[in-house]
């Protein structure tokens, strides 16, 4: 699946439009003109419009420059060209004088399809529509329709959320009205194929020569230590740790090294599996080149979970076991539980909004294509701002804004294509450069009626993984840019993002977190902090990471790291995870350099 965003930055000027036109319903016991009314109810006709901006004609917005993306199809975010796919879950809040307290019950309006607004005014017309006297402005909410190509419980294409209070029509209290990242994989309990793999890696940690454990032979006992070390569970990587320890092992003759490799190629599925798997090899050796059983391969990619979110921890007494919860695997490194992994949310759109109302039917001129401010403001059109018993026409004086905030992200290799790990070795990506194939976003919360973060003492913390893209590749020329949808983050709030990448090299390579094995997925992790911009950033306006209605755009550079002996080498790949830290903490080492900007100006370039 791919998507992509609008590459235009996000501002009112491009935002869905609310109009609302009330037109009176007759009846024969009531004069032509004027409004049924059911005791303070006014019975009329509501028409929502859209503006040309957000329909996809003559489109032009504050950046219309476009790139190509790594996301073919322009439907996601509504991109410059055919943007508006139509709305759904459209729901209506009417309230007098506080926004917070509602007047009357919520009204639910049928889905707009992209095709079905009128022409000139782009408008759809519902009829029967009830609203009370006194209501003085509307609680708008609404979101994208999904695109046909999504199947469903997948929403990597369209995003998701789910809406709290949207669907009762009368008794929501407003202040309870929330919106929820979701869970890719809802559940605390290990997989059979997590568990087996820990199985696996235990089973070898436990080989034996001649009645002498691993952990106590002389030969062998530091290759013991940096194995059970290990806390990567995912297919992928527990493969490429057990590869590394059979090139290892093979060339020696030493009992231990001679067991181990015996215990590699002989290990069954009956060994680490709590049901008969049968006597099939769990680790097929193919001259050398060593791989995975169907029953322990494709974990946790076939959950559509990153890589790094599989972990295993050491016990004395249990060996490995996998991971679901949250974990400290070291002093610096602690994991998120699986659940927390969420898709990115949907295009949601949310205004609160006074209304301009008029006695008079206005419906020519709803129907023009001016601007929309232009037609709420003249006081000719509308002069009162509230409903009454003669109130014929009323709008909704802001547009339908869009709730979520979009980073636009890049990402280069920096001095060509030689870079260094974290022992000083030489690693030399592929002509293309590192794969890229997903982004994690920390940080993530639970948003409110307004669609700000909700920051209590009780609320979860999450993280978004994108793995939509294709063709994406960390290159000294860049990437090209991926577009993901995010919720709000708080005011002056750090937020951590980690880009997965697969170590297509040849060769495995030494990160902040032990072997990048061959093939394997690895993270690297950039760190995003609004105070830290050099212009733009404003202690009242433009100071969250991601704001409703903003693109944050982020450049990444891979820097090549030092060629001294003396240095660390903690930068760049020296500072790759072979398992995802938990993104909401601070003890984490960073593997950028960081270049990103917002609209309206702010810029950051950071060192890492």
Same mark, same amino acid.
């Given at each position: 699946?791919?998507?992509?965003?609008?590459?235009?930055?996000?501002?009112?000027?491009?935002?869905?439009?609310?109009?609302?036109?009330?037109?009176?319903?007759?009846?024969?016991?009531?004069? +032509?003109?004027?409004?049924?009314?059911?005791?303070?109810?006014?019975?009329?006709?509501?028409?929502?419009?859209?503006?040309?901006?957000?329909?996809?004609?003559?489109?032009?917005?504050?950046?219309?420059?476009?790139?190509?993306?790594?996301?073919?199809?322009?439907?996601?975010?509504?991109?410059?060209?055919?943007?508006?796919?139509?709305?759904?879950?459209?729901?209506?809040?009417?309230?007098?004088?506080?926004?917070?307290?509602?007047?009357?019950?919520?009204?639910?309006?049928?889905?707009?399809?992209?095709?079905?607004?009128?022409?000139?005014?782009?408008?759809?017309?519902?009829?029967?529509?009830?609203?009370?006297?006194?209501?003085?402005?509307?609680?708008?909410?609404?979101?994208?329709?999904?695109?046909?190509?999504?199947?469903?419980?997948?929403?990597?294409?369209?995003?998701?959320?789910?809406?709290?209070?949207?669907?009762?029509?009368?008794?929501?209290?407003?202040?309870?009205?929330?919106?929820?990242?979701?869970?890719?994989?809802?559940?605390?309990?290990?997989?059979?194929?997590?568990?087996?793999?820990?199985?696996?890696?235990?089973?070898?940690?436990?080989?034996?020569?001649?009645?002498?454990?691993?952990?106590?032979?002389?030969?062998?006992?530091?290759?013991?230590?940096?194995?059970?070390?290990?806390?990567?569970?995912?297919?992928?990587?527990?493969?490429?740790?057990?590869?590394?320890?059979?090139?290892?092992?093979?060339?020696?003759?030493?009992?231990?090294?001679?067991?181990?490799?015996?215990?590699?190629?002989?290990?069954?599925?009956?060994?680490?599996?709590?049901?008969?798997?049968?006597?099939?090899?769990?680790?097929?050796?193919?001259?050398?080149?060593?791989?995975?059983?169907?029953?322990?391969?494709?974990?946790?990619?076939?959950?559509?979970? +990153?890589?790094?979110?599989?972990?295993?921890?050491?016990?004395?007494?249990?060996?490995?076991?996998?991971?679901?919860?949250?974990?400290?695997?070291?002093?610096?490194?602690?994991?998120?539980?699986?659940?927390?992994?969420?898709?990115?949310?949907?295009?949601?759109?949310?205004?609160?909004?006074?209304?301009?109302?008029?006695?008079?039917?206005?419906?020519?001129?709803?129907?023009?294509?001016?601007?929309?401010?232009?037609?709420?403001?003249?006081?000719?059109?509308?002069?009162?701002?509230?409903?009454?018993?003669?109130?014929?026409?009323?709008?909704?004086?802001?547009?339908?804004?869009?709730? %979520?905030?979009?980073?636009?992200?890049?990402?280069?290799?920096?001095?060509?294509?030689?870079?260094?790990?974290?022992?000083?070795?030489?690693?030399?990506?592929?002509?293309?450069?590192?794969?890229?194939?997903?982004?994690?976003?920390?940080?993530?919360?639970?948003?409110?009626?307004?669609?700000?973060?909700?920051?209590?003492?009780?609320?979860?913390?999450?993280?978004?993984?994108?793995?939509?893209?294709?063709?994406?590749?960390?290159?000294?020329?860049?990437?090209?840019?991926?577009?993901?949808?995010?919720?709000?983050?708080?005011?002056?709030?750090?937020?951590?993002?980690?880009?997965?990448?697969?170590?297509?090299?040849?060769?495995?390579?030494?990160?902040?977190?032990?072997?990048?094995?061959?093939?394997?997925?690895?993270?690297?992790?950039?760190?995003?902090?609004?105070?830290?911009?050099?212009?733009?950033?404003?202690?009242?306006?433009?100071?969250?990471? &991601?704001?409703?209605?903003?693109?944050?755009?982020?450049?990444?550079?891979?820097?090549?790291?030092?060629?001294?002996?003396?240095?660390?080498?903690?930068?760049?790949?020296?500072?790759?995870?072979? %398992?995802?830290?938990?993104?909401?903490?601070?003890?984490?080492?960073?593997?950028?350099?960081?270049?990103?900007?917002?609209?309206?100006?702010?810029? &950051?370039?950071?060192?890492?």
């Amino acid at each position: 699946m791919r998507k992509t965003f609008i590459t235009s930055t996000l501002s009112g000027a491009i935002a869905i439009a609310a109009a609302i036109h009330l037109t009176a319903c007759q009846s024969n016991d009531i004069a +032509p003109d004027t409004p049924v009314q059911q005791n303070d109810l006014v019975n009329t006709s509501l028409a929502i419009s859209i503006p040309q901006n957000a329909a996809g004609k003559n489109y032009k917005g504050l950046n219309s420059t476009t790139k190509v993306s790594s996301r073919a199809s322009q439907e996601i975010v509504q991109g410059a060209d055919n943007q508006f796919r139509g709305l759904s879950n459209i729901v209506l809040i009417p309230y007098s004088t506080d926004s917070t307290q509602r007047n009357g019950a919520n009204i639910t309006l049928e889905d707009i399809n992209k095709n079905q607004l009128s022409s000139g005014s782009l408008a759809k017309v519902y009829d029967n529509i009830l609203l009370s006297v006194g209501t003085a402005g509307i609680r708008a909410y609404a979101h994208a329709k999904d695109t046909t190509e999504a199947l469903e419980g997948y929403h990597f294409t369209n995003g998701t959320l789910t809406a709290t209070g949207l669907d009762d029509e009368a008794n929501t209290d407003i202040n309870t009205i929330s919106f929820t990242p979701v869970s890719i994989n809802a559940s605390s309990v290990p997989s059979n194929k997590a568990q087996y793999l820990a199985n696996l890696l235990t089973e070898i940690a436990k080989t034996n020569a001649n009645g002498v454990s691993w952990s106590n032979d002389e030969n062998e006992k530091t290759a013991y230590y940096n194995f059970i070390k290990n806390a990567a569970g995912s297919s992928k990587t527990v493969l490429g740790l057990i590869q590394e320890l059979y090139d290892n092992m093979k060339s020696k003759s030493n009992a231990m090294s001679v067991a181990l490799i015996n215990k590699i190629n002989t290990v069954t599925l009956n060994d680490v599996q709590d049901i008969n798997g049968g006597s099939y090899p769990c680790i097929t050796n193919n001259n050398g080149i060593l791989s995975l059983h169907s029953d322990l391969d494709n974990y946790p990619t076939e959950l559509n979970l +990153p890589d790094g979110a599989a972990v295993v921890k050491w016990n004395n007494n249990t060996g490995f076991q996998p991971v679901m919860g949250s974990s400290t695997i070291s002093e610096s490194i602690s994991t998120l539980e699986i659940p927390r992994y969420v898709y990115m949310p949907n295009l949601w759109y949310q205004v609160t909004s006074p209304l301009k109302t008029s006695s008079i039917d206005q419906t020519k001129v709803m129907t023009t294509n001016k601007d929309w401010s232009e037609i709420v403001n003249d006081v000719d059109n509308f002069p009162n701002t509230s409903v009454t018993t003669t109130t014929k026409t009323i709008a909704m004086q802001q547009p339908l804004r869009y709730a %979520v905030g979009r980073m636009d992200l890049t990402i280069k290799l920096a001095n060509g294509n030689v870079l260094y790990d974290k022992a000083g070795n030489v690693v030399t990506p592929n002509a293309k450069g590192f794969e890229v194939t997903g982004i994690i976003i920390g940080g993530q919360k639970a948003v409110d009626q307004d669609f700000n973060p909700i920051t209590d003492s009780n609320s979860k913390q999450y993280a978004i993984y994108d793995n939509s893209m294709s063709n994406m590749y960390a290159s000294s020329n860049g990437s090209d840019t991926n577009y993901t949808l995010t919720l709000p983050s708080a005011a002056e709030e750090v937020v951590n993002i980690a880009i997965e990448l697969i170590n297509n090299t040849g060769q495995n390579f030494e990160g902040a977190t032990g072997i990048i094995p061959n093939g394997g997925k690895f993270y690297l992790i950039a760190n995003l902090n609004p105070p830290a911009a050099k212009s733009g950033y404003t202690a009242n306006e433009l100071n969250q990471v &991601f704001k409703q209605d903003y693109i944050t755009t982020v450049k990444l550079t891979i820097p090549q790291n030092s060629t001294e002996e003396s240095e660390n080498h903690e930068t760049g790949l020296g500072n790759a995870y072979n %398992v995802l830290p938990d993104l909401s903490k601070s003890l984490i080492s960073f593997g950028f350099s960081v270049d990103p900007s917002w609209q309206s100006g702010l810029y &950051f370039e950071v060192e890492l």
